[in-house]
Nanobody, 115 residues
Framework: QVQLVESGGGLVQAGGSLRLSCAAS????????MGWYRQAPGKQRELVAV???????NYIDSVKGRFAISRDNAKNTVYLQMNSLKPEDTAVYYC?????????WGQGTQVTVSS
């Protein structure tokens, strides 16, 4: 069983920055693909960024050049650095872990960007 705990969300003005963290329990972190997803009110949950165990990253187009995902395997933690935030980035951000057929989700952290 893997537990994921997100932190770092909050209220920020447009153009500001936040760094989200997701701390994972368990021993499979380093071999897991880790992702950040978000869900805005009335919208479906969408993948924002993903990082594989080989540190290959991918982003949705709307955050490319503004967000950066990274991982620290020694700390079992994945990060999402968010810069130049926009009101449309407002959502609950979720951390997800994938290893083989196993998928785990965190409880989410709210990010609100005011205009």
């Amino acid at each position: 069983q893997v537990q994921l705990v997100e932190s770092g969300g909050g209220l920020v003005q447009a153009g500001g920055s936040l760094r989200l963290s997701c701390a994972a329990s368990g021993s499979i972190f380093s071999i897991s693909t880790m992702g950040w997803y978000r869900q805005a009110p009335g919208k479906q949950r969408e993948l924002v960024a993903v990082i594989t165990s080989a540190r290959i990253t991918n982003y949705i187009d709307s955050v490319k050049g503004r967000f950066a995902i990274s991982r620290d395997n020694a700390k079992n933690t994945v990060y999402l650095q968010m810069n130049s935030l926009k009101p449309e980035d407002t959502a609950v951000y979720y951390c997800r872990s994938d290893w083989g057929s196993r998928t785990y989700w965190g409880q989410g952290t709210q990010v609100t960007v005011s205009s």
